[in-house]
């Protein structure tokens, strides 16, 4: 059988937390609940968890504050915030620390749930993929690395670069769906999410402008293209 998965619930109103983690316990999880920013942050440096669930509002230490510490330890660990405010501000601070998702509340345990099993399949998903690089004009792009290699210059790129990288090379010379892109790696084509990934694309071409064979565009109402000289071999 396999061991359960393991998520971090950081959460300081007592009953939310203590409904949260019965509920995802019910559905299969193992889940640690810790009151606070700082009591998150030591359980997480002695424990291996595979998602964190962050309250952005926590006494002595702020959920964000909590994932730029576990991003300097951890660059690859899901983070769901639950946030009580629907701030723009809060929400594009959270994407560009390198969260995964966000929740605004009050929300249902049921929506919750379906946001860590669409990120957690992800990761499991790309995690299962062979090694894989994409020839892209000079480039050699590595997704498994994270890398852009042209010559002996390397880039490495985030998690979410990579991932959206990698849709347009699956898709290349032809329109790669707005939607169907947020939704992959984003799971929601919100307002906040369609914003975080136009940053996502202008930082993309600045990596990929010193070949000029490359080029994304945009592609009114629908998407994105990438277009690039031949037919991309995986």
Known sequence: MEDKLSIMLCEDDENLGMLLREYLQAKGYAVDLLPDGDAGYKSFLKNN??????????????GLTLAQEIRAVNSEVPIIFLTAKSLKEDILDGFKIGADD????????????????AILRRVKGKRG???????????????????????????????KESELLSLLCLHANEILERNYALKSIWIDDNYFNARSMDVYITKLRKHLKIDPSIEIINIHGKGYKLIIPEPIQP
Do not use: H, N, W
Not at 102 to 116: D, Q, V
Not at 130 to 158: C, H, N, P, R, V
């Open 49 to 62: 968890y595979d998602l964190c669930v962050l309250d952005v509002m926590m006494p002595k230490k702020d």
């Open 129 to 159: 993929k062979e090694a894989t690089s994409y020839k892209i004009g000079e480039f050699t792009f590595d997704t498994q690395k994270q890398l852009l290699i042209l010559g002996d210059k390397l880039t490495k790129l985030t998690t």
């Open 102 to 117: 966000y929740i605004t509340k009050p929300f249902s345990m049921e929506e919750l749930l379906f946001r860590i099993e």
